[in-house]
């Protein structure tokens, strides 16, 4: 077995971040989909790893301790660059994407269902295939994996849990930016950056220096991060035992906030250019060290029911997004961007959504309003939903009390 250090780890990340970017960049069908970098980089280093390790006996461990702590800083600079004001504005699209949210949450459970009772399998294995991981990740779909196995005696549930999850991240790093694109062509929507952009609204006023972020800018910005990661944590702890539980990132971008909006009054001023590249950093680390550590032996072994289910919600979900997220949102540019956000939370998690506008917007021009209204959604409300939606369904007899 080859154990990568800390430091090693974080070198091989970056290595396969570059190749991810080189291969995005090279080949077409993945430039023209934009499909992200570290889903890329890091699914073929899975895919290496597997190979070695079957036919050359050699595996691969790498020390992933940080991860969490990516994901946080990450959060914490999606709340240091949020304007409450442009949030203000975007407040319609914001209650439209909560129109379009719920009804979804019920609707995967609901195929999740059917698809276990064709399949002959738990009913709670539907609900595992629904929005437990594929909307929860692997945080909810490891707590109630827990459940599941002590409560109603399923076999190898953590592992499925797991699986699922992970795969959810893959799949909704890889549809949301056909999806994205195919509305784009379809409807004739132009970002900023692409050439002959359509005149269309002005957008959304962004203050940025003229000057390009310098050392003290980037020190300033991690030093808001580190303070987002040190309060939330605290404030995480302060209501662990709270009858809902709230996901620890949610603090962490929330202290942001706070910062973002509250400090600015006090005459605190962060180089918003400077943090969105630490967070974009955290983010690409954080999906590279998770594409990377794809187990595709387990993947392989749970294959099946649980794959022919994943491919079913796949489908579901991007029809969902082109059909019914996207002109819900005003069928323009903006919601052709949250609607490959859309797919990213839908099947993986809020990271996904944000990497998959990160691949389109650095491609077609910015969306302000989608990089205010996806991480809101999903930080703050989609989990709360997810919680009332599964709760409900649980307590059917039908489900849990099978």
């Known amino acids: 077995m080859i154990s990568l250090s800390p430091v090693q780890s974080l070198l091989a990340c970056c290595l396969v971040l570059v190749v991810g970017r080189v291969l995005t960049s090279q080949i077409g069908v993945l430039r023209r989909y934009s499909i992200p970098d570290p889903i890329v980089g890091g699914l073929l280093f899975a895919i290496l790893a597997y ?4 036919w050359g006996g050699v595996s691969v461990s790498l020390e992933t301790s940080i991860r969490p702590t990516l994901l946080l800083l990450f959060f914490g600079c999606i709340g240091l660059t949020a304007n409450l004001k442009l949030l203000a504005k975007g407040g319609p699209r914001l209650i439209a994407f909560l129109l379009a949210l719920v009804p979804f949450l019920i609707m995967q459970n609901a195929v999740g269902l059917g698809m276990a009772w064709l399949l002959d399998m738990h009913p709670l294995m539907g609900l595992l295939g629904g929005t437990i991981t594929l909307v929860g990740g692997h945080g909810t779909g490891a707590a109630y994996a827990t459940r599941f196995a002590d409560f109603n005696n399923i076999q190898d549930v953590m592992a499925l849990a797991m699986t699922s999850a992970t795969l959810g991240l893959v799949l909704g790093g890889v549809v949301g930016g056909p999806v994205a694109e195919w509305l784009m062509r ?3 929507l132009r970002g900023s950056l692409d050439p002959q952009a359509s005149a269309g609204p ?23 991060a580190f303070v987002c990661l040190v309060v939330g944590g605290y404030l995480a702890m302060l209501v662990e035992g709270a009858p809902v539980s709230l996901p620890n990132f949610l603090w962490c971008l929330a202290t942001g906030v706070l910062i973002r909006n509250g400090g ?4 605190l001023k962060l180089d918003d250019r400077a943090t969105e590249i630490i967070g974009t950093i955290s983010l690409s680390l954080f999906l590279g060290m998770t594409m990377m550590t794809l187990d595709l032996s387990s993947v392989a072994r749970l294959a099946g029911p649980l794959a022919l289910m994943l ?4 489908l579901f ?13 005003k069928s323009d540019y903006e919601a052709a961007i949250m609607s490959a956000a859309f797919c990213g939370f839908g099947l993986g998690a809020t990271a996904t959504a944000i990497a998959n506008m990160q691949a389109l917007t650095r491609r077609h021009g ?24 599964l709760t409900s369904l649980i307590s059917l007899p039908f489900v849990g009390g099978m």
């Open 51 to 54: 190979a070695l390790a079957n």
């Open 186 to 188: 379809r409807h004739k």
């Open 202 to 224: 002005a957008p959304l006023d962004v203050v940025e220096p003229a000057a390009p972020p310098t050392a003290g800018s980037f020190i300033v910005s991690m030093t808001a």
């Open 264 to 267: 600015a009054r006090l005459g």
């Open 311 to 314: 491919i079913v919600q796949t």
């Open 317 to 329: 979900c991007a029809l969902y997004a082109a059909w019914v997220v996207f002109r819900l949102l």
């Open 366 to 389: 910015p969306a302000p309003e989608a990089f205010i209204v996806v991480p809101v959604t999903g930080a703050f409300l989609v989990d709360i939903l997810n919680v009332i939606v």
